[in-house]
Protein backbone atom coordinates (compact mmCIF):
# COMPACT_ATOMS: atom_id res chain seq x y z
CA UNK A 1 0.00 0.00 0.00
CA UNK A 2 1.37 3.20 -0.73
CA UNK A 3 1.46 5.74 2.05
CA UNK A 4 1.74 9.41 1.80
CA UNK A 5 4.92 9.50 3.70
CA UNK A 6 6.68 6.73 1.28
CA UNK A 7 5.41 9.16 -1.55
CA UNK A 8 7.44 12.23 0.14
CA UNK A 9 10.22 9.78 0.88
CA UNK A 10 10.43 8.98 -3.10
CA UNK A 11 10.05 12.41 -3.90
CA UNK A 12 13.09 13.55 -1.38
CA UNK A 13 15.28 10.49 -2.91
CA UNK A 14 14.53 11.73 -6.17
CA UNK A 15 15.82 15.34 -4.78
CA UNK A 16 19.17 14.13 -4.03
CA UNK A 17 19.48 11.99 -6.89
CA UNK A 18 18.94 15.10 -9.07
CA UNK A 19 21.06 17.14 -6.69
CA UNK A 20 24.11 14.66 -7.18
CA UNK A 21 23.95 14.66 -11.46
CA UNK A 22 23.89 18.16 -11.72
CA UNK A 23 27.11 18.56 -8.99
CA UNK A 24 28.64 15.79 -10.90
CA UNK A 25 27.94 17.75 -14.47
CA UNK A 26 29.43 21.46 -12.95
CA UNK A 27 32.75 19.23 -12.12
CA UNK A 28 32.91 17.99 -15.93
CA UNK A 29 32.33 21.48 -16.99
CA UNK A 30 35.11 22.61 -18.70
CA UNK A 31 37.56 25.81 -17.10
CA UNK A 32 35.72 29.22 -17.71
CA UNK A 33 36.81 30.10 -21.04
CA UNK A 34 38.15 33.12 -20.49
CA UNK A 35 41.89 34.53 -20.02
CA UNK A 36 43.30 38.03 -18.78
CA UNK A 37 46.68 39.25 -19.01
CA UNK A 38 48.94 39.60 -15.26
CA UNK A 39 48.87 43.51 -14.32
CA UNK A 40 52.53 45.05 -15.29
CA UNK A 41 53.61 41.60 -17.49
CA UNK A 42 54.89 44.33 -19.84
CA UNK A 43 56.61 46.10 -18.11
CA UNK A 44 59.64 43.06 -17.10
CA UNK A 45 59.67 39.49 -17.47
CA UNK A 46 58.92 38.93 -13.39
CA UNK A 47 55.55 37.05 -14.58
CA UNK A 48 57.27 34.67 -16.94
CA UNK A 49 57.71 31.80 -14.02
CA UNK A 50 54.05 32.14 -12.49
CA UNK A 51 52.22 33.19 -15.80
CA UNK A 52 52.08 36.26 -17.67
CA UNK A 53 48.61 35.04 -19.25
CA UNK A 54 45.82 34.12 -16.43
CA UNK A 55 45.58 31.33 -16.72
CA UNK A 56 48.44 30.79 -18.55
CA UNK A 57 46.96 27.44 -19.94
CA UNK A 58 43.59 27.08 -20.55
CA UNK A 59 41.63 23.59 -21.19
CA UNK A 60 38.14 23.46 -23.06
CA UNK A 61 36.07 21.72 -24.98
CA UNK A 62 36.01 21.94 -28.68
CA UNK A 63 33.54 24.68 -29.88
CA UNK A 64 33.98 26.71 -26.89
CA UNK A 65 34.02 30.61 -27.56
CA UNK A 66 37.32 31.87 -25.56
CA UNK A 67 37.27 35.77 -24.60
CA UNK A 68 40.56 37.04 -24.01
CA UNK A 69 40.79 40.36 -22.20
CA UNK A 70 43.59 42.85 -22.18
CA UNK A 71 43.43 42.87 -17.80
CA UNK A 72 46.56 44.61 -17.33
CA UNK A 73 45.83 48.13 -16.22
CA UNK A 74 49.41 49.14 -16.56
CA UNK A 75 50.25 48.07 -20.79
CA UNK A 76 48.52 47.04 -24.21
CA UNK A 77 48.84 43.21 -25.02
CA UNK A 78 48.28 40.62 -27.70
CA UNK A 79 47.18 37.51 -27.93
CA UNK A 80 48.19 36.06 -30.90
CA UNK A 81 48.63 32.28 -32.22
CA UNK A 82 52.35 30.98 -32.66
CA UNK A 83 55.77 30.54 -30.82
CA UNK A 84 57.80 32.59 -29.79
CA UNK A 85 61.56 31.05 -30.50
CA UNK A 86 63.98 33.20 -28.32
CA UNK A 87 63.00 36.76 -28.73
CA UNK A 88 61.94 35.59 -32.39
CA UNK A 89 58.33 35.47 -32.87
CA UNK A 90 56.90 33.09 -35.07
CA UNK A 91 53.39 33.68 -35.78
CA UNK A 92 51.28 30.76 -37.39
CA UNK A 93 48.37 32.99 -38.41
CA UNK A 94 45.54 30.74 -36.74
CA UNK A 95 44.23 33.94 -34.67
CA UNK A 96 44.70 37.41 -33.78
CA UNK A 97 43.81 40.09 -31.23
CA UNK A 98 46.14 42.77 -32.25
CA UNK A 99 46.70 45.41 -29.98
CA UNK A 100 44.00 45.43 -27.12
CA UNK A 101 43.90 48.44 -24.92
CA UNK A 102 43.10 47.91 -21.62
CA UNK A 103 40.13 46.66 -20.93
CA UNK A 104 39.39 45.59 -24.98
CA UNK A 105 38.71 41.80 -25.50
CA UNK A 106 38.63 39.28 -28.49
CA UNK A 107 36.72 36.66 -28.69
CA UNK A 108 37.49 33.38 -30.72
CA UNK A 109 35.66 29.87 -31.55
CA UNK A 110 38.22 26.60 -30.95
CA UNK A 111 36.39 23.43 -32.61
CA UNK A 112 39.54 22.20 -33.72
CA UNK A 113 40.91 19.73 -31.10
CA UNK A 114 45.03 20.48 -29.95
CA UNK A 115 47.44 22.38 -28.47
CA UNK A 116 47.53 25.92 -29.33
CA UNK A 117 50.15 28.46 -28.14
CA UNK A 118 50.14 31.70 -28.39
CA UNK A 119 52.05 35.11 -27.30
CA UNK A 120 52.04 38.60 -26.83
CA UNK A 121 53.71 40.54 -29.84
CA UNK A 122 54.55 43.70 -27.78
CA UNK A 123 56.27 41.83 -25.29
CA UNK A 124 57.47 38.24 -26.34
CA UNK A 125 58.07 36.73 -22.57
CA UNK A 126 54.40 36.72 -22.83
CA UNK A 127 53.56 33.18 -23.52
CA UNK A 128 50.33 30.77 -22.95
CA UNK A 129 48.78 28.08 -24.29
CA UNK A 130 44.93 26.67 -25.33
CA UNK A 131 44.32 22.92 -24.98
CA UNK A 132 41.36 22.07 -26.52
CA UNK A 133 39.89 18.51 -25.97
CU1 LIG B 1 52.13 42.33 -23.97
Not at 18 to 45: H, R, Y
Amino acid sequence: MVTKSSILGLIAALAVVLIAVSAVGENVDSQVPKIGTVEESGFSQSCVETGCYTPSILTIKSGTVVTMTNTDPTGVHTFTSGNVDGFDPKPDGMFDSQVLMVGDAYERKFSQKGTFDYYCTLHTWMTGQIIVE
